[in-house]
């Protein structure tokens, strides 16, 4: 995908309620939270990833 980006695999909860977020998994791209609750498929995270950029 041609993207610079960092991931962080975040199991502190009080860390992942700071971002609002009571169900896991939670996916957040750029300080904004863009799945809660489910399990995303390849093609979900490369669209979510993708959206800001392309």
């Known amino acids: 995908m041609g993207l ?3 991931a962080e ?3 502190d909860m009080a860390k ?6 009571m169900r896991v998994p939670a996916l957040v791209v ?3 939270v ?5 399990v995303l498929k390849p ?4 669209a979510l990833l993708c959206k800001p950029v392309c």
Do not use: M
């Open 16 to 21: 992942v309620t700071e971002y609002g977020v």
């Open 4 to 6: 610079n980006l960092e």
């Open 43 to 46: 093609g979900e995270v490369e």
């Open 9 to 11: 695999y975040i199991t």
């Open 30 to 32: 750029n300080g904004k």
């Open 34 to 38: 863009v799945s809660v609750g489910k």
